[in-house]
């Protein structure tokens, strides 16, 4: 993926649309940065502390928090290996000025023990992208993900898998229970959400989302731990 190239996108970018993810009200008061946090100048590099081993194969899995006008205000990325899909490392952008807009979950877009790095979205995705790309990781995995790709063209030139496409299936997912209600396909009818999900792998019924696009993504990579399938069952849930 050509990376310069790529942010072409963002010139392309049509008018937003309400997504279930968001919804229309007041802008919320611009986030301060904290000590966790850090801005980066457009004239600077962005840079992570996360540095990779080049002798695994890694995957990375990445989740997104929206504004009220449906833009992308941070980005979350969980970096796993790709056998045991451990968690090897995070990466966590908040975008500027789409934070200032305000959303949903604006509350807790500092609430996370991963460093955040505040830049503009031109920055972070040609970052990511390169990190990406130099750390040999063609594989993104996220939950519901092509809300996710549909909100980060610029990444369209990666292989995307949808980790809901598995997770939602009997035939997949062994911690689905017998009395659960199933379509002929085998996916629940209902309840097959991160958190519902979560409950069933870890019977831990008190777990909840945070909503941080960094901790969402740590824990979707979890359930792709928990449910233990080599990656290559993943290829029916390529996007």
């Given at each position: ?69 449906d ?72 939950y ?21 496409r ?24 209902t ?40 990656l ?8």
């Amino acid at each position: 993926m050509n990376v310069n190239s790529s942010l072409d996108f963002l010139n392309m970018i049509k008018t937003p649309s309400t997504s279930p993810r968001t919804k229309a009200t007041q802008p919320a008061p611009e986030p301060k940065p904290t000590a966790e946090t850090k801005t980066v100048a457009a004239s600077k590099p962005v840079s992570a502390p996360f540095v990779p081993d080049s002798s695994k194969d890694m995957i990375a899995v990445i989740d997104t928090e929206t504004n009220w006008r449906d833009e992308v205000m941070s980005l979350g990325v969980a970096l796993a290996d790709a056998e045991t899909f451990a968690l090897l490392g995070k990466r966590y952008y908040i975008f500027n000025p789409e934070c200032r807009v305000g959303g949903m979950f604006s509350g807790v877009m500092y609430k996370t023990d991963a460093k955040a790095i505040t830049c503009t979205r031109d920055e972070a995705m040609a970052d990511i992208g390169q990190f990406l790309m130099d750390s040999g990781i063609s594989r993104i995995f996220a939950y519901n993900a092509k809300f996710d790709l549909g909100h980060l063209p610029e990444l369209c030139g990666f292989e995307w898998f949808d980790i809901m496409r598995i997770a939602a299936y009997r035939q997949y997912n062994k911690f689905i229970p017998e009395t659960a209600p199933c379509c002929k396909t085998g996916r629940l009818k209902t309840n097959y959400g991160v958190e519902p999900i979560m409950h069933m792998l870890t019977g831990n019924g008190g777990y909840r989302e945070t909503h941080n696009a960094v901790n969402d993504a740590c824990d979707e990579l979890k359930i792709v731990e928990l449910l233990a399938l080599p990656l290559d069952v993943y290829e029916c849930a390529r996007i």
